[in-house]
């Protein structure tokens, strides 16, 4: 299943869009073996991919990025 939204960074405020594949059951191509094989994240309003996962990592997340990614990792994986 494919989800999206919008998360703001809790330290700063920032708004950032994401796009999760996720399944029902973890695997070896979740991320952390868990249930998310695809992640994109990306500020609003912008076109350049902060974070990609694609059954590995493209683009790790960094700074901000990495705490709405971990808030997603909570929802979904």
Same mark, same amino acid.
């Given at each position: 299943? &494919?989800?999206?939204?919008?998360?703001? !960074?809790? $330290?700063?405020?920032?708004? %950032?869009? %994401?796009? $999760?594949?996720?399944? /029902? /059951?973890?695997? +070896? %191509?979740?991320?952390?073996?868990?249930?998310?094989?695809?992640?994109?994240?990306?500020?609003?309003? /912008?076109?350049?991919?902060? !974070?990609?996962?694609?059954?590995? &990592? $493209?683009?790790?997340?960094?700074? /901000?990025?990495?705490?709405? !990614?971990?808030?997603?990792? +909570?929802? %979904?994986?």
């Amino acid at each position: 299943m &494919w989800s999206e939204g919008i998360i703001a !960074c809790p $330290a700063t405020g920032g708004k %950032y869009k %994401y796009w $999760a594949k996720h399944y /029902e /059951e973890g695997s +070896q %191509y979740g991320i952390d073996g868990g249930e998310i094989s695809k992640l994109v994240i990306r500020k609003v309003g /912008e076109t350049r991919d902060l !974070c990609n996962y694609d059954r590995g &990592w $493209a683009i790790e997340p960094t700074g /901000e990025v990495k705490a709405v !990614c971990a808030i997603i990792l +909570q929802k %979904y994986n």
